[in-house]
């Protein structure tokens, strides 16, 4: 078919019989044409493809297809959290305390920036502004740094806290109904419960100002105010909260039990869910739900790490994405000083920022799904 | 089905070659200007032959393990543990080899992109760049398993259940990632067959003048895009469980073990149809072709491939009835599951009807066409047995299972796949292959498919279990009877083989159309051009075949413009 101007209308063919005489036309043979005659084609042309249009659009839709695929990829990790998160409600609410929302939010507003530089570098693109297009493409490199560099900020947190995935890396691995890493765990505890108990305090008015910055653990006393009365956690030293759970729950080597005896013998048996501790776990205020340990039942408790292992596996995924669009958009700056783009061809720019976008998308998915659950 | 465009036709097409004599196997010299090659048609011989060197590796797996099952242990001479263990890799290897680097590739890799951009008159896929990356991902998931070979194995079966997976020694974790590269080729040639169905269609090809290996490609390319990611991020938890021992599916860790069924059959069965939909479009070209008859029911064959990936998607839990999965879930599984008969059947039906009254040739493609209805029928029909919850739970994890899936997966694939294959032969090498042989050698396949997998059926239904390194002398007479027919089974695929080889060396010269089938690959010269076409080739009903004259002196057939004219004449009354 080389020899016809194929227009938009081509690729939705019409399917009623076509007019002899229309045809003839169309199929008179051009052979000069025929055998790629490609001096008159503009240079980004593929040789399959018959005019830009077809080949942009060629582009677009490959690239829509794929986004399914990602979409659907990620569908699966969804799907997984959606099972999880059905089934173990505490778990989820119980580990989501070491996430920080500031970060989050603030990683949301970086891709989202990002995407709006994407979309306006794909605009110049069209319109032949080189110097826009280079600097939009820049910004949205840098929204990419920006929003790694926190991801690294809090993974590094979780790092420090034994929150990591895998067996080395997390505290909060089971074996034969025990904990493998007691005093990682006791630390690990130590920092999550200070977070939700600040958080429960949210409610307060506070909003959760003692867990958000600190990787330390709550300063005495804070824990205190924040638990509300009736907590066991309030009459424990607000210095080793964790400890006195550990002690509760299963049997620690000899040294952390001699750290701190056991609060309550009570706390021992199987906790099952927050309506175990009605009026305790359940915060009457803005339904807000703070979960404790001692509020997991030892079933959930060897779960937790569960929940760490699905936020790194989504965010590890999605920063992965991340770093490839980075990568994609280093090359589109090196093509753009190059000058290969303009009101003529730009399909690359085009399509990479319907990646980009839809790796802000999934952000905007995971963000609440992870940091704001309650 | 409304039919009929252009008739007035502007190229000669005479059988001879181009001018100069280059085609694309000649057109350029050198092992990298194949290695860099861009051209669907190279790309597609690359898969050739490396789909095909998966084939016997896996056929060479098949083998060993029916030979091992010849035999049972007795007290006196009991099976070793190494015995054990080697039949355990033996049907892994087999099933993992074949299932991810033979049956889904093989039709939409080799035959799909030589093929398909000639059927619709274009120079080359959507994305060539692309093609040929999906080519290098399949030779890595390759070497992946390769790699697995050399050490220490697989033992999980091809379906990697945890929690065995995350416990066994052998190399679940390089399997694992061979697959997930596989499944990358995979997506990649589904997402070009897509664009290039949608994008670069000829004018006055509408989507229901497409030829049916087009639709049925294009719901397996439906397939692959939309299910293989989800085996891919399967892949990537079993992984991490492996690795990190995240916990997800390891009840050890407090994970689920029945999630990495759901998400590994959410896959696996729409790829049951990865597997089976190509075939079933080459069915529909072989069948019009040598019954010398327009294709009855064209609109319904082009949306039963649509239906049946569509149903695909809704019918994963039939092979979790025994998992503990609810009653609700089996019912509506087992319901869906029935419904997937009826897209089957319509295909069946119309091909019957197709054939009815038809000047029926039996050429090789034709034999093995006629071999894929009687196979399917019977590999379909106990897939209804096998959906209904009763029979499932007596027949579940039986050699029933294995009889039923290796007729669909192997039966029915293999020989559209072979049958596709003779019929391309002549276009993609420009040779013929000798014909008798070629009909011995599909006698011994479809004889002995019958003699191996038939009588498994019986061996299922009196309680074989699958997967078994032994078995009761009871059993004894199945399996011998079983693995003398895998015997015949596989001389036949050598002698395929052989026929093949002796057809490149020596062949006789093959015309540009040897069967007078209608469809664009048969307008140009056999091998084609680098670029496809000399000449534009006119846009017809793929299946009126009248415009073409058999010319004794070349033994195949000649294009009359004038005859072209008319029959689209009678296409607008
Ligand atoms: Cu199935």
Redesign the interface.
């Given at each position: 078919?080389?020899?016809?101007d194929?227009t938009e209308d081509?690729?939705?063919?019409?399917?009623?019989?076509?007019d002899?005489t229309d045809?003839?036309s169309?199929?008179?043979?051009q052979?000069d044409k025929?055998?790629?005659g490609h001096d008159n084609r503009p240079p980004h042309l593929?040789?399959?493809f018959e005019t830009p249009k077809?080949q942009f659009?060629?582009g677009k839709?490959?690239m829509w297809?794929?986004l399914?695929?990602?979409i659907?990829?990620?569908?699966?990790?969804f799907?997984?959290y959606a099972?999880?998160r059905g089934n173990h409600q505490d778990v989820f609410l119980y580990g989501y305390g070491a996430l920080d929302k500031m970060w989050g939010a603030t990683n949301t507003v970086v891709l989202l920036a990002s995407s709006l530089t994407m979309a306006w570098a794909v605009r110049a693109a069209q319109k032949g502004q080189q110097k826009l297009l280079i600097a939009m493409l820049v910004a949205t490199f840098m929204g990419g740094v920006g929003f790694m560099g926190i991801k690294a900020v809090e993974y590094k947190a979780k790092y420090d806290h034994n929150l990591f995935?895998?067996?080395q890396f997390n505290a909060f691995?089971?074996e034969s109904g025990k904990p493998k890493y007691p005093e990682k765990l006791a630390h690990a505890i130590e920092y999550i419960d200070g977070r939700n108990a600040g958080r429960g305090g949210a409610s307060h008015g506070t909003d959760g100002q003692g867990g958000e910055h600190s990787d330390a653990a709550p300063a005495p006393g804070e824990g205190q105010v924040l638990q509300g009365a009736g907590h066991q956690q309030a009459e424990a030293d607000a210095q080793a909260p964790a400890a006195v759970i550990v002690t509760a729950s299963f049997a620690p080597p000899a040294d952390v039990t001699n750290l701190a005896p056991p609060a309550s013998p009570a706390d021992a048996g199987v906790l099952d869910s927050a309506i175990d501790h009605a009026g305790v776990v359940q915060t009457p205020h803005a339904g807000h739900t703070q979960i404790l340990w001692e509020d997991l039942s030892q079933?959930e408790r060897?779960?937790v790490?569960?929940f760490f292992?699905?936020y790194f596996?989504m965010t590890g995924?999605h920063g992965l994405h991340v770093l490839i669009g980075m990568g994609l958009i280093g090359w589109l700056i090196l093509k753009a000083r190059a000058r290969t783009f303009g009101k003529e061809y730009f399909t690359p720019v085009d399509v990479i920022g319907l990646y980009w976008h839809l790796v802000d998308l999934i952000w905007i998915f995971l963000f609440p799904l992870l940091y704001l659950i309650h | 089905m409304s039919v009929i465009q252009d008739p007035v036709n502007s190229g000669v097409y005479s059988g001879q070659d181009q001018p100069g004599g280059t085609n694309y196997i000649n057109h350029s010299k050198g092992v990298m200007s194949w290695l860099l090659t861009l051209d669907h048609k190279r790309i597609g011989l690359m898969y050739m032959v490396s789909v095909l060197s998966a084939f016997a590796l896996g056929g060479t797996f098949a083998i060993i393990l029916r030979t091992m099952l010849f035999t049972h242990s007795s007290p006196e001479n009991p099976i070793s543990d190494s015995g054990q263990e080697l039949y355990n890799q033996m049907f892994t290897l087999h099933g993992a080899v074949l299932v991810f680097m033979f049956i889904i590739p093989a039709v939409p890799a080799i035959l799909g992109n030589m093929i398909l951009p000639l059927m619709l008159g274009a120079k080359d896929v959507a994305f060539p760049r692309l093609n040929l990356l999906s080519w290098y991902c399949y030779i890595v998931g390759g070497l992946f398993f390769l790699f697995v070979l050399l050490s220490g194995g697989l033992d999980t079966g091809w379906t990697f259940y945890t929690p065995y997976s995350t416990s066994t020694s052998t190399s679940v974790a390089a399997a694992t990632l061979g697959a997930f590269v596989l499944g990358f080729s995979s997506i990649l040639t589904g997402l070009n067959f897509i664009a290039t169905i949608h994008m670069l269609r000829p004018p006055g090809m509408g989507w229901f003048q497409l030829p049916l290996f087009l639709w049925a490609l294009y719901a397996t390319s439906l397939i692959q895009v939309l299910a293989t990611p989800v085996l891919a991020i399967t892949l990537l938890l079993l992984l991490a469980e492996k690795v990190l021992h995240i916990g997800i599916f390891d009840p050890a860790l407090g994970g689920d073990p029945v999630l990495f069924q759901h998400f590994f059959w959410f896959y696996s069965h729409p790829a049951v149809y990865i597997m089976i939909l190509p075939a079933m479009g080459i069915i529909s070209e072989l069948i019009s072709t040598f019954s010398r008859r327009h294709i009855f029911g064209y609109s319904f064959i082009a949306f039963s491939s649509i239906a049946i990936a569509l149903l695909g998607f809704l019918v994963w839990g039939h092979h979790m009835y025994t998992s503990g999965q609810s009653g609700m879930a089996n019912a509506v599984f087992s319901l869906i599951t029935f419904s997937v008969a009826i897209p089957s059947a319509i295909k069946i039906f119309n091909w019957l009807a197709t054939m009815y009254k038809g000047s029926i040739s039996l050429a090789t493609p034709m034999l093995y066409a006629l071999a894929f209805i009687w196979l399917f029928t019977i590999g379909g029909l106990t897939g209804v047995f096998l959906g209904s919850l009763a029979l499932n739970i007596h027949a579940h994890d039986t050699y029933f299972v294995v009889a039923h899936f290796h007729y669909v997966m192997v039966g029915s694939m293999m020989t559209a796949f072979l049958g596709g294959m003779y019929y391309w032969w002549p276009k993609m090498f420009g040779k013929m292959y000798n014909e008798p042989v070629a009909k011995v050698a599909w006698f011994l396949i479809f004889a002995g498919f019958n003699l191996t997998f038939f009588i498994q059926f019986i061996a299922g239904s009196q309680g074989m279990p699958r997967r078994y390194a032994d078995y009761l002398p009871e059993y004894a007479f199945f399996h011998k009877f079983s693995t003398v027919g895998s015997y015949v089974l596989a001389a036949g695929l050598v002698l395929v083989l052989l026929n093949w080889i002796h057809a490149l060396l020596k062949g006789k010269k093959a015309p540009q159309n040897p069967w007078g089938s209608n469809t664009l690959e048969w307008h140009t010269s056999s091998p084609p051009p680098h670029e496809n076409f000399a000449e534009t080739p006119t846009v017809s009903d793929p299946y009126v075949m009248g415009a073409w004259d058999y010319d004794e002196s070349i033994d195949g057939y000649v294009h009359n413009p004038q005859k072209a004219q008319e029959l689209a004449q009678q296409g607008h009354h």
């Open positions: 078919m080389p020899s016809r194929i081509r690729h939705d063919a019409d399917p009623r019989p076509r002899i045809m003839s169309d199929s008179a043979p052979p025929a055998h790629g593929a040789h399959h077809q659009e060629s839709l490959g297809l794929f399914a695929t990602e659907l990829m990620f569908g699966g990790l799907c997984a099972i999880y995935p895998g067996q691995y089971y079933t060897g779960k790490h569960i292992e699905i596996l995924l | -």
